[in-house]
C-alpha cells in the first residue's frame, strides 16, 4: 500500500541526534530513532555544518590511486610491514601482529586493568623498537610514570601524553610519527569541534572517527581503551564496534586477580582466541597454560562437577562444567545457566529426563562453566549432562575423567571437531579416561596413558562416568 502523504509542516533539522544524525524538529530527552538518552542537540549555523548528517558533498576529480582499480592492479601490503607484538597472549587474540592502519578498541569495566595492560604492551613494543605514543586522557603524566615504575616498565623511548583534548593527540601523533598510538580513553577524549560533552555519543563517535582517519593516513595501530556501561555495553554509540577493525574485550577470568582478553570481532585473526592474564603488584603476567590455572581451582572430586577439553581457539582448555540439581523449594523449578547455553541445558533436562529416566521435574538446576570461560560449543552436552547426573546422583563422576560430545534429541552421540587435541591436552594434564562419542573415538590415535572410551548414546556414556 503506498504511504500517505504527511502534510507540510515546518521544516525539520532544528535539532539532530549527534549519535545516528536524525534530524528533529524540537529536542527531546532521547532520539526517537536511535533511542541514545542526551544525544539530542541544537543543529550548527549554515556556516558550520560539517557533522550534519546529510551534508552535501561536492565530488571532485580522483586521482589515478583513489579511482576504483580491479583488485589484480592493487599492490598486496607488505607483511613485513606489520608490528610484531611482544606479548605472545596479546598477540594471539589479535591474531599475530599488528596491522598498520587498523583500529583495536579494548573495553572492560572499570579498574579491570585496560590502563596496566595498554601501558605494559605500549612499554614492550617500544623496548622492541616501535615508535609507541601512549596518549592518557584520564591520567596526568606523573601519575603514568609512576605506575610505569611499578610495573617495572623503564623503555626510555616510549611517549607519554597526558592531554584530553583531541586536536592535541592528532598534533602529537603528526609530529613524532609513532608505528603505535593508544589512546586511554576513548570516552574522555573531546573536542570543542563537536557538541556534547566527553562521553556523549556523539563526542566518543567523532572523535574515534578522526582518530582512526589519522591512523588510517599516518599507517599507525591504533589502541582505544572503551569504557563498559553497567549493563556490560561498551560505553558510547554502538557503531564504534562497526568503526574499528577488532574489539577486544578484557574481562575478570573466576574469582580473585584473573582477567581474560579475548576477541568479539577481529577483521584481521580469529574471534574465538583467549589470553589469561593474573593481575600483581608488578602488573599483568601472561599465562601460558590456562588449563593448569583452571584445574588447580579445582579441589577434590565432588559430585556435580564434570571436566570438558574445551576449543579455545588453536589450542585446547579443560574446563569443569559444574552442575547442582536441588528439589526446587516450591512450585517453579528454576533453570539457570552461566557460561553455558541455557536452551541447550533445558534441551539436555529433557533427554535426560526422558532417555536417562531421570527425576528432574522437581529440580532447580543450576549450570556453570568455571572459571567465567565462555563455552558455547555443543559439545560441552555430554560433560553438562553428566555433571548434572552426577549431582542428582549425588556421587562424583570416575577419578581422572574427562568428557566431550554433542548429545542429539533421541539421545544419541555426536561426533566432536579436533577430538585428538582434546585427547592430547586431556593425557597431557594427566587424565586417565576420555569418553567420546563412538565416531569421534574411532580414528583417535593414542596419546599418552590416557584410556579413550567411545560411546553411542548419552545413557552408555554415562553409565560409564559413574561406573
Ligand atoms: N599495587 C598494586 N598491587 C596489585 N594490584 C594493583 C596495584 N595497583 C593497582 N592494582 C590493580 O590494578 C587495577 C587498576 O588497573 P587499571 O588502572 O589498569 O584499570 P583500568 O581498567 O584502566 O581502570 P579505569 O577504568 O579506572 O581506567 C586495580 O583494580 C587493581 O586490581
Ligand atoms: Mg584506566
Not at 69 to 78: G, S, V
Amino acid at each position: 500500500m503506498a504511504k500517505a502523504k504527511l502534510p507540510s509542516g515546518p521544516a525539520k533539522g532544528a535539532f539532530f541526534c549527534s549519535g545516528c544524525g536524525t534530524e528533529l524538529m524540537h529536542w527531546a530527552g532521547r532520539c526517537p530513532e536511535c533511542k541514545e538518552w542526551d544525544t539530542v542537540v541544537a543543529a550548527p549555523s549554515e556556516s558550520n555544518r560539517s557533522y550534519r548528517s546529510n551534508r552535501t558533498y561536492e565530488a571532485r576529480a580522483l586521482s589515478p590511486e583513489e579511482q576504483a582499480r580491479p583488485l589484480a592492479d592493487i599492490p598486496e601490503p607488505d607483511i613485513a610491514a606489520r608490528v610484531r607484538v611482544p606479548m605472545p597472549e596479546v598477540a594471539r587474540v589479535l591474531g599475530g601482529a599488528l596491522v598498520p592502519g587498523s583500529a583495536v578498541l579494548v573495553a572492560g569495566d572499570p579498574g579491570v586493568g585496560k590502563s596496566t595492560l595498554l601501558l605494559e604492551l605500549a612499554e614492550k613494543l617500544s623496548a622492541a623498537g616501535s615508535r609507541c605514543l601512549y596518549a592518557s586522557a584520564e591520567e596526568s603524566a606523573a601519575q603514568t610514570r609512576l605506575r610505569a615504575r611499578r610495573l617495572g616498565a623503564a623503555s626510555p623511548g616510549l611517549l607519554v601524553l597526558a592531554r584530553s583534548g583531541l586536536e592535541d593527540i592528532l598534533a602529537e601523533c603528526r609530529r613524532t610519527g609513532p608505528a603505535v598510538v593508544v589512546v586511554d580513553s576513548i570516552q574522555m577524549t573531546w573536542s570543542p569541534e563537536y557538541p556534547g560533552a566527553a562521553g556523549s555519543v556523539g563526542q566518543v563517535r567523532q572523535c574515534a572517527a578522526a582518530l582512526i582517519r589519522e591512523v588510517k593516513e599516518s599507517g599507525a595501530a591504533l589502541f582505544l581503551v572503551g569504557h563498559v556501561t553497567k549493563d556490560g555495553a561498551i560505553a558510547g554509540p554502538r557503531v564504534l564496534e562497526h568503526m574499528v577493525d577488532t574489539v577486544l574485550h578484557f574481562e575478570p577470568a573466576g574469582q580473585g586477580a584473573y582477567r581474560q582478553l579475548r576477541a568479539v570481532k577481529n577483521r584481521f585473526g580469529p574471534t574465538d582466541e583467549v589470553a589469561f592474564f593474573e593481575m600483581t603488584g608488578t602488573g599483568l603476567i601472561e599465562i601460558p597454560e590456562p588449563s593448569a590455572l583452571l584445574l588447580g581451582e579445582r579441589g577434590e572430586a565432588r559430585p556435580g562437577a564434570a571436566i570438558f577439553p574445551a576449543l579455545g581457539g588453536s589450542r585446547v582448555l579443560l574446563v569443569e562444567i559444574q552442575a547442582l540439581a536441588a528439589p526446587a523449594a516450591e512450585g517453579y523449578a528454576h533453570r539457570r545457566a552461566a557460561g553455558l547455553d541455557a536452551n541447550r541445558l533445558h534441551m539436555l533436562l529433557a533427554v535426560l529426563a526422558r532417555r536417562g529416566g531421570m527425576q528432574l521435574a522437581g529440580c532447580d538446576v543450576f549450570a556453570n562453566a568455571a572459571g567465567g570461560l565462555e563455552v558455547p560449543e555443543p559439545a560441552a552436552d555430554l560433560p553438562l549432562a553428566a555433571a548434572v547426573a552426577s549431582s542428582l546422583r549425588e556421587r562424583p563422576l570416575a577419578a581422572g575423567l574427562a568428557l566431550a560430545g554433542e548429545v542429539g534429541l533421541g539421545g544419541e552421540l555426536r561426533a566432536v571437531p579436533r577430538a585428538a587435541e582434546r585427547v592430547r591436552e586431556a593425557a597431557r594434564h594427566g587424565f586417565r579416561t576420555i569418553i567420546l562419542p563412538r565416531a569421534s573415538a574411532r580414528g583417535v590415535a593414542p596419546a599418552g596413558d590416557i584410556q579413550v572410551i567411545g560411546a553411542a548414546s548419552l545413557v552408555e556414556a554415562l553409565d560409564k562416568a559413574l561406573a
